[in-house]
């Protein structure tokens, strides 16, 4: 089996001539998981006996002759996706054992499509976060330094991939949640653009935000991740109605002539200089294959992040309403009466960067204060999609930096959380435009590894994901394995 | 009693009507009322985690209807928007409701108030109608000590119909209130059932003095579920205002509850501060585009509302302006009247059938308190009976009593007649006969009518129908009797 780990594609072909079946597959990854995962901390579900049972059911599939790309491929979610029968905490107290009545539409979708589901993975609590310190499951370590944070708020995902516990999973990103924990974690992933994936059964953290997505070993492996969990869903009236193109096919195009957007005002003091530099070492990689380097303006960076943490708070302070103690999820013991079960059971059940966005959320709508906040914001907002208009008119992706460092230590911004926003400065921006957007590994700071950012305008998917697959071709970057979790992997 | 005069009252409503659409207004659960408790909830409904909501386009439809039957500007381009309150039967946290971008905007009404010469025609206008969903119930007294929720009702499609303040009584605002009512039925977008909660009545009363041009403070008037209730409550509130202003008090800003047992409002919660709602355009739902050549589609497809109907009658059947509007009232008593008109074939008598329509019929509705659509007797049936009095058969006298008798389940006109016996006597020979009889036993009666006591006529009229028992021709029995009593030399 170690000959076929290093992606889905050879995952495939063992699966498809028959060298190992999906069960086995599946009980390696289990392993794997029973093995490293109680330093890591990745999984906040396991759910192994589910996973065997679908794997059995996959091989069946299998040995029926059915051929599908993802027939038979464990994977894990994170823990924001609803799955029947299996419990949906979104890393909260507030949700404890809640189980959903009914999938996510992207759960579904992966459930026909015959992938094998292993768990569900940590987060920030309901997606709140850039370091995956803010679980009520505790935190998560990056597997590359255990002093290290894996980023967040999908690092659970992010941590589980990189460890090879498992080959693929899900994460949602609102303003970094994908592409950040995968640069800090040296591994893929994609944030399709706003309205690819549905949100159907994904607990909402900024509606107009929130985007589903892949965190993998690869960009050929979040390509054929992408294509299962793409479309367009009735069930959710902001997903787009446009057709999911073949994002594998796509892989081959080459570079030649692709205009790469370098952003001037995002290589400033602000980035550390050895995330810069590599960063500069992958775009004249990406110039060697025939790209052409056009430096771009993108002003307003700090402007996005104001109007970032006024718009994801509004939004987030009207849908945890619903989190009240009466019908669901935690209640206060004995409440006296009606507002001392709101206060208490919200209190209680919400951690603390949830409630802090919450008021700020709160108090960006009231009466008064709307039109100051919330309403600039929105202003903000548009400027910031212009100006990505504006720079797509002279390059057709842009590259830059996930985040301004690698992944810090443990605790380092716990006591500030303004400096902890600073981490989704190059994130941001691009949630707010409603762009797709990639983080793809390209080398070390010491022993953490650095991401590479790669923007697109609205459902070019398939561009970045080629852009980065070209680039993996030529590079080993998101081969490497982190030493403490090589031993049995490929 | 306070006196009104030297006051001013002003009145301003909102009207919630609950759309018909079969299923909710953002998820597919169904509507129906009375089911179970928590039944027709489903996951979008209970607000479950990772819910989205989808827009029923039947409740869009029919909404842009009430704003095209009102000449109202239906909106190309609306929102939604979020209303964000805590309350346990409000699933999500907030309402879906529409704030900044209402479908429907502007329109009016034309209400009547008073009878006959008296009547009096009032433009009211209104300011928007927009789309929401409604909330479920809180059940207070089932429970000892505890509330129970019930999520049925649970984003039941509503319109918000808000007026302009331009009503200036309590009469007004049962006018208008019932026009609204009689449009939305005729549109077939509400069932208009006030005793189930589909058509809500909020009447916001404030009193000023006459010739002031600020408006007073105002008082929301809750939980009014039918017309007669809406009339009294505004009545009280405006003289429950004037006294407190007269007595040197001031009106507080308050909501308040209609108590029908104790025909008074009193206090729900008073509104010092504004309620902050936190409205911000909801995220999770697209602009509501209303295609331009739909909306003439549309509008094409509207049918004939009240107003034009009762203009019909008027000019088609020679109603009066007061028959006409009170057949047109209620979109079943139209179409009532319409059937029994048209089962009438060719002896139709539409003046006839309004006459029993609002008279013997109304009456008889109104003592079993029953709808028109539950009358026991169907247009068909009083098409039948009035179909006996077109032709003679029945005098209006004989023909209440069938009438009563059908109301009674004793079977249709004719049947009745027959076992009866009531079958008018028309046989002119009968009657001259009857009459000679009479005549022939009261010589001095005849004497004194000859000479001048005329008034002697309807004694002669009396003592022929009961001797016919009420059957015979009243039109012949007076022609006979006249030509037989020769003039009275006191008539000229």
Known sequence: ?490 | MSSMNGWEVVIGLEIHAQLATKSKIFSGASTAFGAEPNVQACAVDLGLPGVLPVLNAEAVHMAALFGLAISAHVAPVSTFDRKNYFYPDLPKGYQISQLAQPIVSGGSVTITTGEGEKAVNKTINLTRAHLEEDAGKSLHEDFAGMTGIDLNRAGTPLIEIVSEPEMRSAAEAVAYARKVHAIVQYLGICDGNMQEGSFRVDANVSVRPKGETKLGTRTEIKNVNSFRFLERAIDYEITRQIELIEDGGTVQQQTRLYDPDKDETRMMRTKEAADDYRYFPDPDLLPVVIDQALLAEWKASLPELPDAKAARYQSEYGLSPYDAGVLTSARAIATYFEQTLNAMGSAADAKLCANWVTGALAAQLNKANLGIEQSPVTSDALAGLLLRVADNTLSNKLAKEVFDAMWAGEGDADSIIDTRGLKQITDSSAIEAMVDGILAANPDKVAEYRSGKDKLFGFFVGQVMKAAQGKANPQQLNEVLKARLGPSEGSS
């Open chain 1, 1 to 490: 089996m170690s000959d076929y780990l290093q992606s889905l594609s050879h995952l495939r072909a063992g699966l498809d001539s028959g060298i190992f079946s999906a069960r086995e597959l599946t009980q390696y990854y289990l392993d794997r998981v029973s093995r490293f995962d109680g330093a890591l901390n990745a999984f906040i579900t396991k759910t192994p006996e589910r996973a065997l049972a679908a794997a059995d059911e996959a091989d069946q599939r299998l040995a029926a002759g059915e051929r599908a790309p993802l027939l038979g491929i464990p994977y894990a979610h994170k823990d924001i996706f609803c799955t029947a029968g299996v419990r949906t905490t979104c890393a909260s107290k507030m949700l404890g054992d809640w189980v959903a009545p009914y999938d996510a539409t992207v759960h579904q979708k992966l459930n026909a499509a015959g992938a094998v589901l292993l768990g569900k993975t940590n987060m920030d609590e309901f997606a709140m976060g850039s370091s995956n310190e803010n679980s009520a499951f505790g935190a998560v370590k990056n597997p590359w330094d255990h002093a290290a944070v894996p980023g967040g708020s999908s690092g659970g995902s992010a941590a589980a991939v990189a460890a090879r516990l498992v080959p693929v999973a899900t994460g949602t990103d609102t303003g970094g949640s994908i592409r950040q924990p995968a640069a800090y974690c040296g591994i893929t992933g994609i944030k399709p653009t706003y309205g690819r994936v549905s949100r159907f059964g994904m607990i909402a953290y900024a509606s107009s935000l929130d985007q589903g997505g892949v965190l993998a070993g690869s960009a050929e492996d979040c390509a054929l991740m992408l294509q299962a969990m793409a479309g367009h869903d009735p069930r959710d009236s902001t997903s787009a109605n446009q057709p999911v193109p073949d994002y594998v096919t796509e892989l081959d195009q080459p570079l030649a002539g692709l205009r790469v957007g370098v952003p001037r005002q995002w290589f400033t003091a602000g980035l550390d200089s050895v995330v810069a530099a590599r960063i500069e070492t992958a775009i004249a990689e990406l110039e060697s294959m025939g790209a052409q380097r056009v430096d771009i303006d993108l002003p307003d960076a700090e402007l996005a992040l104001a109007a970032y943490y006024l718009i994801a708070p509004a939004e987030a302070s009207s849908n945890l309403s619903r989190f009240d103690g009466v019908r669901f999820g935690y209640r206060c013991a004995e409440p006296r009466d009606l507002n001392d079960l709101y206060e208490r059971s919200r209190s209680e059940g919400f951690g603390e960067e949830v409630q802090r966005r919450i008021l700020i959320g709160t108090y960006a709508l009231s009466a008064g204060y709307y039109d100051a906040f919330y309403g600039r914001a929105q202003k903000a907002r548009r400027q910031i999609a212009a100006n990505f208009e504006a720079a797509f008119r002279d390059c057709d992706v842009i590259a830059g930096p996930v985040a301004p460092t690698v992944a810090f230590d443990l605790g380092a911004h716990m006591s500030d959380p303004a400096t902890m926003y600073l981490e989704d400065i190059y994130t941001i921006p691009v949630n707010l435009a409603g762009l797709p957007g990639m983080s793809v590994p390209v080398g070390f700071s010491g022993s953490r590894p650095v991401g590479m950012q790669l923007i697109g305008s609205p459902f070019t998917e398939g561009r970045l994901l080629a852009v980065a697959h070209q680039y993996q071709q030529r590079t080993d970057w998101h081969q490497q394995i982190p030493a403490a979790y090589r031993e049995g992997a490929a």
